[in-house]
């Protein structure tokens, strides 16, 4: 009885320094995903295109949030998930069809006249890349509202925070500029129809993040409204940038966007796989 009962206690000293190693792996994955230092610049290790909205067959129209979502996803097919992007005859012709597609009912569900919801926007985008990436994604929507806990309009700092912690950890950051006096709610954020085109009363805009420097405070972007013609390889840092103040909204303060606010971002973030854990069974021994 002796016997069984420290072979049983052998068994059980194997089993808990197999949970300590695979903790301190697990830990270790996640102490990798540091807090986003001063500045970052994505693009150079991403290309990041500055993509139009105006350049599709669509015609012009409120399709900035299928090309801003297109510029994002783009960023993971030059870097091997070549199934993100639809197929064309030249890389324009590839963005023009992920752009179209990504409009169409099946994902976005684009307004011709009003644009795009905020939550068809993440429903769409998620959708998209379940069925055309290689690889797993999330798409998660950012706002003053779920990620601090700030009241009112919200606590813009903890947002901001947060844009750059996603886009200096990989993921692709798509913030949302709002024309109308920031929501009061983040159930409004989600509801917000982003439809920013020329010739029509705005409620929204959605650009593509591609850096960011904490010091001034300031973020660079990729905006689908800021020329006519696909830019598949931008010879520049981003198309142009943001100064923002964030007391507790974020607040433009130079730029096309002067004295209106950035009141969420959409997220498009990469599935890590989970650490390796190899687990040997542990037969107990025969009597």
Request: hydrophobic share 40%; aromatic share 8%.
């Amino acid at each position: 009885m002796q016997g069984k009962t420290q072979h049983q206690i052998s068994i059980y000293g194997k089993l808990m320094g197999l949970f300590f190693a695979c903790s301190f792996i697990l830990l270790s994955a996640l102490s990798l995903s540091s807090a986003a230092p001063l500045s970052y610049d994505a693009t150079t290790t991403w290309m990041i295109p500055d993509l139009s909205q105006y350049a599709t067959p669509l015609g012009s129209g409120p399709y900035c949030a299928p090309t801003a979502a297109t510029n994002a996803l783009w960023a993971f097919y030059v870097n091997g998930d070549i199934t993100l992007i639809q197929p064309g005859a030249t890389d324009t012709n590839k963005a023009d069809n992920t752009i179209t597609t990504l409009a169409g009912v099946a994902y976005m569900s684009t307004n011709p006249a009003g644009g795009t919801n905020t939550s068809d926007i993440i429903t769409g985008l998620q959708n998209y890349a379940n069925a055309n990436g290689t690889a797993q994604y999330t798409v998660s929507l950012l706002t003053a509202f779920n990620t601090g806990t700030g009241g009112g309009i919200g606590d813009g700092l903890t947002l901001w925070n947060a844009m750059m912690d996603e886009i200096y950890n990989g993921a692709m950051v798509m913030p949302i500029i709002s024309f109308i006096a920031p929501p009061m709610s983040g159930a409004e954020v989600l509801e917000l129809d982003i439809d920013y085109q020329e010739g029509m009363p705005a409620m929204g805009h959605m650009v593509t993040m591609t850096g960011y420097d904490d010091a001034i405070p300031e973020i660079q972007i990729n905006d689908p409204f800021n020329n006519s013609s696909h830019v598949l390889s931008p010879p520049e840092k981003a198309a142009s940038s943001l100064q923002v103040v964030h007391p507790t909204s974020i607040e433009i303060t130079i730029g096309p966007y002067i004295a209106k606010h950035i009141i969420g971002a959409v997220v498009l973030s990469p599935v890590a796989a989970p650490p390796p854990c190899f687990i040997q069974t542990i037969m107990p021994e025969r009597d």
